[in-house]
C-alpha cells in the first residue's frame, strides 16, 4: 500500500510535468504557474475566516448542533477552496488580460531563438505547479474527519505522502 501512494505521487507529478510541457505553449505555461503562485500567496496573506464563520454557524443552525461539534478543519478547507478558486480566477482573468492587450503588440518569432529554455522553464514551473496542486489535494484529504485512526497512519508511513503533507501545511496556513 505504502509503496502505491508513493508510485501514485510520482506518476502525477511526471505525468502532469510531461502533459503540460508537451501540450501547452509557454505563455500559457507561465500563465498558470503565476495565477496559482499568487493566488496561494493572497489566500494565505489575507486568510478570511468569515467564509467559515458563516458556513459553521449555517450547518449548526440547520442540523441543530452546537459549534463545538462541528470539525472546525473541513469547514476551513471548504473556505480556503472558495477563497483560493475565487482569487485564481481573477488573477487568471486579469493576466490573460493584460497578456491579450499588452504583450500582443511582441511577436511570435520574437522567443524563437529561445525555445530550449522556454522549454527548460516550463518544465520547472510545470513541477512546481504539480507540487502545489498535490499540496492542496493532501491538504483536502487531510481535512476530511477520519474515523479510523489507523488507516491514517498507514498512509503517513508513506515518505512521499509525508513529504507532501508537511508542504502542505507550510503552504496553506
Known amino acids: 500500500m505504502i509503496l502505491f501512494i508513493d508510485i501514485s505521487i510520482l506518476l502525477f507529478i511526471i505525468g502532469f510535468m510531461v502533459n503540460k510541457t508537451l501540450n501547452n505553449d509557454y505563455k500559457t505555461e507561465y500563465l498558470k504557474f503565476t495565477s496559482l503562485i ?4 493572497i489566500t494565505n496573506i489575507i486568510n478570511i475566516n468569515f467564509l467559515k464563520y458563516y458556513i459553521v454557524q449555517l450547518t449548526s ?4 448542533i452546537n459549534k ?9 478547507m471548504l473556505s480556503f477552496l472558495v477563497q483560493f478558486s475565487v ?4 488573477i487568471m482573468l ?20 529561445y525555445y530550449s529554455i522556454h522549454k527548460i522553464v ?18 483536502i484529504l487531510e481535512s476530511f474527519p477520519f474515523d479510523i485512526k489507523e488507516s491514517e497512519n498507514k ?9 507532501i ?8 496556513k
Open 61 to 64: 443552525n440547520f442540523f441543530q
Open 94 to 113: 486579469s493576466i490573460r488580460y493584460i497578456k491579450d492587450t499588452l504583450l500582443s503588440q511582441y511577436s511570435k518569432n520574437r522567443f524563437g531563438s
Open 87 to 90: 482569487i485564481y480566477f481573477l
Open 122 to 139: 516550463m518544465i520547472i514551473f510545470s513541477f512546481i505547479r504539480s507540487v502545489a496542486i498535490l499540496s492542496i489535494l493532501v491538504f
Open 165 to 172: 503533507s508537511r508542504l502542505s501545511n507550510f503552504i496553506i
Open 38 to 41: 499568487t493566488s496561494l500567496i
Open 68 to 76: 463545538s461539534q462541528i470539525d472546525n478543519e473541513f469547514f476551513y
Open 155 to 163: 498512509i503517513k508511513i508513506s515518505k512521499t505522502y509525508s513529504l
